[in-house]
């Protein structure tokens, strides 16, 4: 056995005790250890990042597992049960490959079933990204960006600061909870359907800019869904959102017609009292 192991009870004696219950050589001991301790720089563990990706030519991540001064252990995943994956494996993060036919689907599911895991979004193009964000991803990345910007999200994005814990926000007088569906102002709350509070934070995404049937299709529902769906089903769940709006004053659904909808935030009694002003 060795001495260092032989003087384990001095140690622990001196610890519990102080150094003047301990024998010499048990303290010189502890002291030899903690000085190594401090000596000894501790490399940060790997970080595990699993690619929802059809293959892994994709500029944005080429290379980032040769990346310093963190190690990046990447494994790539099949589309098909990503999220039953993400949950057994438990990585830091998950990088979805925006140019999958099913890629906001896989962020909306990984978004359900493990909802503080990080999800960046590799985009395609600008298109994709309002209906990424609106289904769940924490960040994006353009496909063609170089791997040290997507290095650089990633390690954001798994420190305290970039994880999605919070589910609620705060918006001037409105108060959004996304577990619970609800929006409040002034001591109202309403509750939200699951596709309502997809609408309103789509809607949200673009305060006071027009946002197309069409994105909001694309934003909320998958495409076999839409094609299941009547014609005007956007304009029925606006209605919807609009109406339950009107309830707690806060803000409101305004339709630009030939363009589509969008959201003001500006509380309703202001809007009426200025509206009053220019009349009178």
């Not at 005790?17 to 000894?40: C, F, K």
């Not at 690619?51 to 990046?72: E, K, M, N, Y």
């Not at 960046?120 to 193009?125: H, M, N, R």
Request: proline share 7%; charged share 20%; with cysteine.
């Amino acid at each position: 056995m060795s001495s260092g192991a032989n003087d384990l009870p001095g140690i622990c004696t001196a610890l519990n005790m102080g150094e003047s219950s301990a024998s010499p050589m048990a303290i010189s001991s502890l002291r030899t250890s903690s000085s190594s301790l401090r000596s000894t720089p501790v490399a940060p563990s790997p970080l595990r990042v699993l690619l929802v990706a059809s293959d892994t030519r994709l500029p944005a991540t080429t290379g980032l597992a040769s990346r310093i001064p963190r190690a990046i252990e990447i494994e790539r995943i099949p589309a098909a049960g990503s999220a039953a994956a993400t949950a057994r494996l438990e990585p830091d993060a998950v990088v979805v490959d925006g140019r999958l036919a099913s890629a906001i689907r896989v962020v909306r599911e990984l978004r359900t079933s493990t909802p503080t895991v990080p999800v960046l979004f590799v985009a395609d193009g600008l298109d994709s990204v309002a209906p990424a964000i609106c289904a769940g991803a924490t960040d994006f990345v353009m496909a063609t960006a170089p791997p040290a910007e997507t290095l650089i999200r990633l390690q954001f994005l798994t420190t305290a600061a970039g994880r999605p814990l919070s589910t609620t926000r705060v918006i001037g007088s409105l108060h959004l909870d996304r577990d619970a569906r609800t929006l409040s102002s002034s001591g109202r709350t309403v509750k939200f359907t699951p596709i309502e509070l997809k609408m309103f934070e789509r809607l949200l995404l673009q305060p006071g800019q027009p946002v197309s049937r069409a994105e909001l299709e694309r934003s909320i529902w998958r495409q076999d869904e839409v094609d299941e769906q009547p014609t005007n089903i956007v304009a029925v769940y606006v209605a919807y959102v609009r109406r339950k709006l009107a309830r707690i004053g806060g803000c409101s659904i305004r339709t630009i017609t030939n363009v589509g909808y969008a959201l003001d935030l500006t509380p309703i009694e202001r809007r009426v009292a200025a509206s009053r002003r220019k009349t009178s």
